[in-house]
């Protein structure tokens, strides 16, 4: 089967669907796919947390200082152009998804702002209760079945994308219940497919976050950015076990009702690892990188709680308070035996959102001409480290920018769509056999244990190369020719697809952070353990005849390309 | 502790089997889980959807658990007999997934 559109836009969270919409009323035709159901895949829907934007609503805000706070949250790495487009163009999304109805909560007539770390006042908005991610998917979708032109398309999982004579043309893609193979002409490709986090063995996102835009993005000849920046949440929920709600769901918790973070001594441990360019609101001391640093320094020296972790705990908190902010929670809480007036739960690092991704300049356009990408796909905004509620405001930032260029850039381009450049795809996939009896499910619980121990949030050189020797043994494992069974649905050949978009992003993340030798926002090495201003420069990386190379850039050089 | 998962499998238009799978498990785990370490350990043929794994986001993983309509993610594993089979209203494609996409997101392959 083969298909046409102007815009073809590969995955539907809220970067995906905000760069249809735009690609959509800028006149373009528009193709939306995602590999599992259109809005409810990916990360957008599981995030229960806060999103930033300076509304000034519940005091005076500007987006400099927004500005300001995440590029220091950003070590130095931020690509300032990206950075500043985030902070100017949020509040303008956020009062577009108000409009919609998305619900941010209310504090009498304001829109209600609370204070995240790293932010100089409060800024951060959300749908009560918990209930952020949902709330906009939900919206987003709304508006989605409100415009019936842009066609969508779930289950539909992108293969790669088709580039003839130096410009993406369009993709290969399997459609997951029939089999079938379906060709995608577009005249430009937008990338939303998110982050990697699914490369780690505890993870906060689903099953579909294992870095597929990135391994397209390089095989159609685009150079990546930051790939050794990956961000551990540093409290994600450890046990006991809790279903049903999202891993991160305590942060919220801390925002409104502090909650303390107690190593195995029950001895608040926080203030020892401070240090001066954090910036503190009184309940909640540290960012991300750091707060992940502490926890892991305290269960290294002993002092960790059972399950290999910090213990938080809200037994100081007047229960009722907690009843009162959290009530429907603290029943599913109940629900999964957690009582939080007489229990501490066990919290520890879990691998939550990726900072690096494809390159772009500031009209989304990757190094490949056709090329877009937007969201947590992209590398730069954030540098070596996310401010918390970031990553929504991105999301809608990005999308609706990508959506507008690609949608302009396509109006002036005749289709260059090429059977011959599709067909080392096809190919590809018509060689696919039952394979070799491996169990690529258990060969994928492999890369994610192998990247948790060896190219987790501190790293090392030994632990590093042992990393890449390993990969490379599990790429020759996996081979190039596709495992499936034939049946429809088939789990075997998804796999097999993911194992290969994986290994690739997992190799691309552990040979630059294997390359960065100090310490940084989310990269740490035990081995180097400060950060070091010769390495105030971005990693880039490139695939070039299967291997990987690794070029270097000054944050903020122009980088439009010719 | 240990459960048992029969489970109906098949493709539409193939005459429904059920096969039982033994699962080791811990309290608290759900048959998600469950599911999943039959792939990794038993059968990795075994098709069922789910996307966001545990947080009940997605609302992928619907399908009949002892003649009930659940979610895989959030309903416990016991130990006994627990069966699954793909839920009865919907479209089948092969084993618990369904075609649960609304119409307009859906590939129609004849177009």
């Known amino acids: 089967m083969h298909l046409q559109a102007d815009v073809l836009i590969i995955g539907a969270g809220a970067a995906g669907i905000y760069a249809a919409l735009e690609a959509n009323r800028a006149g373009a035709s528009v193709l939306l796919v995602d590999r599992s159901l259109i809005g409810r895949s990916g990360a957008t829907v599981m995030a229960q947390m806060t999103v930033a934007a300076a509304l000034g609503e519940r005091e005076p805000d500007d987006p400099s200082f927004h500005l300001s706070d995440t590029l220091a949250a950003g070590r130095g790495l931020c690509d300032e152009a990206l950075s500043a487009m985030v902070c100017e163009e949020g509040p303008g999304r956020i009062r577009q998804m108000d409009e919609w109805k998305v619900g941010w909560a209310r504090d009498g007539e304001h829109i209600a702002q609370v204070h995240a770390p790293g932010h100089d006042r409060p800024r951060c908005v959300y749908v009560e209760v918990l209930a952020t991610g949902p709330a906009v998917s939900r919206t987003l979708r709304t508006q989605l079945k409100r415009t019936p032109e842009i066609r969508t398309i779930g289950d539909l999982v992108v293969v790669d994308i088709v580039v003839a004579d130096g410009r993406a043309c369009g993709a290969v893609a399997v459609h997951m219940a029939s089999g079938e193979i379906v060709t995608l002409e577009a005249k430009t490709v937008i990338v939303a497919t998110g982050g990697l986090t699914r490369l780690y063995r505890r993870n906060s996102a689903s099953s579909n976050m294992g870095g597929d835009g990135y391994a397209l993005a390089l095989r159609a000849g685009a150079r990546l950015v930051d790939m050794e920046f990956v961000q551990f949440f540093p409290i994600g929920h450890l046990a006991p076990r809790l279903v049903g709600m999202d891993p991160i769901m305590w942060d919220p918790f801390r925002y409104k009702l502090g909650g303390r973070l107690l190593n195995a001594e029950m001895r608040e441990f926080e203030n020892d690892y401070r240090n001066a360019d954090t910036r503190s609101d009184g309940k909640y001391l540290l960012t991300r990188d750091l707060a992940t640093y502490a926890i892991t320094q305290e269960v290294a020296a002993g002092r960790g709680s059972p399950a290999g972790g910090a213990y938080l705990s809200f037994q100081h908190i007047d229960p009722d308070l907690i009843r009162k902010t959290f009530g429907p929670i603290v029943e599913r809480l109940e629900a999964n035996g957690i009582d939080l007036e007489h229990q501490t739960i066990e919290v520890a690092p879990i691998a939550h959102y990726h900072m690096g991704g494809v390159r772009v300049n500031t009209r989304m356009e990757t190094d490949v001409e056709g090329l877009y990408a937007c969201g947590?796909?992209?590398?730069?905004?954030?540098?070596?480290?996310?401010?918390?509620?970031?990553?929504?405001?991105?999301?809608?930032?990005?999308?609706?920018r990508a959506g507008q260029y690609a949608a302009a850039r396509a109006a002036k381009l005749n289709t260059a769509w090429s059977d011959e450049a599709a067909r080392p795809i096809l190919d590809m996939m018509r060689?696919?056999?039952?394979?070799?009896?491996?169990?690529?499910?258990?060969?994928?619980?492999?890369?994610?244990?192998?990247?948790?121990?060896?190219?987790?949030?501190?790293?090392?050189?030994?632990?590093?190369?042992?990393?890449?020797?390993?990969?490379?043994?599990?790429?020759?494992?996996?081979?190039?020719?596709?495992?499936?069974?034939?049946?429809?649905?088939?789990?075997?050949?998804?796999?097999?697809?993911?194992?290969?978009?994986?290994?690739?992003?997992?190799?691309?993340?552990?040979?630059?952070?294997?390359?960065?030798?100090?310490?940084?926002?989310?990269?740490?090495?035990?081995?180097?353990?400060?950060?070091?201003?010769?390495?105030?420069?971005?990693?880039?990386?490139?695939?070039?005849?299967?291997?990987?190379?690794?070029?270097?850039?000054?944050?903020?050089?122009?980088?439009?390309?010719? | 502790m240990k459960g048992v998962l029969e489970i109906q499998r098949g493709a539409l238009g193939e005459e429904p089997a059920v096969e039982r799978f033994e699962v080791e498990f811990e309290s608290g785990q759900t048959i998600l889980d469950g599911l999943r370490f039959i792939r990794r350990d038993q059968d990795e043929t075994l098709a069922f959807r789910f996307s966001c794994i545990n947080a009940n986001a997605c609302k992928e993983c619907m399908m009949l658990v002892d003649g009930k309509t659940a979610y895989a993610c959030t309903e416990r594993l016991k130990e006994g007999v627990t069966k699954l089979a793909p839920l009865p209203k919907k479209l089948l494609v092969r084993d618990l997934v369904t075609e649960i996409a609304p119409p307009d997101e859906r590939l129609e392959l004849d177009s």
Not at chain 1, 508 to 533: I, N, Y
């Open chain 1, 376 to 400: 947590e796909a992209i590398g730069g905004s954030n540098g070596a480290n996310r401010l918390s509620g970031n990553a929504i405001t991105e999301a809608f930032v990005f999308g609706a």
């Open chain 1, 431 to 562: 060689s696919a056999s039952p394979g070799s009896g491996r169990n690529l499910a258990e060969t994928l619980a492999q890369l994610q244990s192998l990247m948790a121990d060896k190219v987790g949030p501190f790293r090392n050189e030994a632990d590093l190369q042992a990393a890449l020797g390993s990969l490379a043994g599990l790429s020759e494992d996996v081979g190039e020719r596709p495992q499936a069974t034939g049946q429809p649905f088939d789990p075997v050949l998804l796999d097999w697809l993911d194992l290969r978009n994986m290994l690739l992003v997992a190799r691309s993340v552990t040979t630059a952070a294997a390359s960065r030798k100090e310490s940084r926002g989310a990269h740490q090495r035990d081995d180097f353990l400060s950060m070091d201003d010769n390495w105030a420069i971005n990693q880039t990386i490139a695939l070039r005849e299967g291997k990987l190379h690794l070029g270097q850039q000054v944050p903020n050089d122009k980088k439009v390309p010719a």
